[in-house]
Each structure stands twice: as C-alpha cells, then as structure tokens.
C-alpha cells in the first residue's frame, strides 16, 4: 500500500498542474512593462512617424483597419518583447510610403485594452517602447 502511496500523489500533482495550465487558473505570467527592453529607448515624436500615430488612432477607435491582419494575434515566437502569454500581444500595420506591400513596419500592443505599445521598423527585428501620451 506505502508504495502506491507516492506514484498516486505524482499524478494527481501532474493531474492537476495541467487542469491549472488549460483553465488559466494556474501561476500566470505578469504583464509586462514597456520598460523592461533593455537598451531600447523609447520612441519620440520626431523618431516616431507620422503614420504610426494615425495607425495608434485607429487601434484607439476601433478600427476600420486597412490591412486583413490588424489585430491578428502577435506571437512573440523572436522573444525581442517581454514573456506573456498567447493572446496577449497584438500586431498592426504602420503603412511605408511608396511599399507595394504592407511593408516592414508594426505597432505591437500588449493586453486588452492595450496598456503597452511597441514600434518597430524592420519588421520584428527591433522594438521601441512608445508611449501614446507622447503625442499630445
């Protein structure tokens, strides 16, 4: 009977880590902060570009969007953001003058609603925290 006792306790203890893990009532990852890219200044309103901000105004309004895959969830797969999980961040298109493509540049936002933004110009490479207060 003692030796049942301990394989039992491991599988329940799995058992219920993963009821945890598939009902998100388990540890969850915090929500990260702009700040904690390292090396990665914030982006200003003269390095910023005017058509990222209008694209932050339509993010803000709810849409319309001009490309399909605003709003399609933003994975993270480089790992460049801060650890969140699935979901959380969101990707939308900052239109290239002269592109005949959706082109390199993003926005990024994290959570719903967004509480932190990232800019980035060669798509996903590099990001730069930004803060939508700058533009006022």
């Known amino acids: ?3 049942l006792v301990i394989p039992v306790l491991i599988l329940l203890i799995g058992a219920a880590t993963l009821w945890q893990q598939n009902t998100g009532k388990g ?3 915090p929500a990260p902060r702009a700040d904690r890219i390292p ?3 914030a982006a200003s309103l003269t390095d910023f570009p ?3 901000w209008a694209t932050l105004d339509l993010i803000e309004r709810g849409g319309p969007f001009p490309y399909g895959r605003d709003g399609s969830v933003f994975r993270n ?3 460049h953001l801060p650890a969140a999980e ?3 961040y969101r990707e939308y298109t900052v239109p290239t003058p002269g592109a005949t493509d959706r082109g390199a540049r993003r926005l990024v936002s994290g959570g719903t609603p967004p509480t ?3 800019y980035t110009d060669d798509h996903y490479r590099s990001f730069r925290p930004i803060d939508p207060e700058d533009r006022h």
């Open 27 to 29: 540890p969850s990852v």
């Open 39 to 41: 090396g990665q200044p």
């Open 86 to 88: 699935r979901g959380y």
């Open 77 to 79: 797969r480089e790992g």
């Open 50 to 52: 005017a058509e990222a």
């Open 116 to 118: 932190v933004w990232y």
């Open 1 to 3: 009977m003692r030796r």
